[in-house]
């Protein structure tokens, strides 16, 4: 699946804590995004396999 760039507008309130966090842990916050957003699809593709089972009776 190819690779697409997307723009975010996050709270300034929640810009505020992934910096602080990511000056804490010497990182870039844009690791602290893209860790994120990898835990959130991990999160749908187990509810996604989830339904799926449930709805085939396995």
């Given amino acids: 699946m190819p690779l697409h ?4 507008q996050p709270d ?3 810009l505020a804590i992934i910096v602080a966090a990511a000056e804490r842990r010497d990182i870039d916050a844009d690791e602290i ?3 994120a957003i990898h835990h959130a699809a991990q999160r ?3 509810r996604t396999e989830l339904s ?3 709805r085939s009776g396995g």
Avoid: S
């Fill in 33 to 35: 995004i893209r860790e």
């Fill in 5 to 8: 760039r997307i723009t975010i």
């Fill in 52 to 54: 799926a089972m449930r």
């Fill in 44 to 46: 749908l593709r187990r």
């Fill in 12 to 14: 300034a309130e929640d």
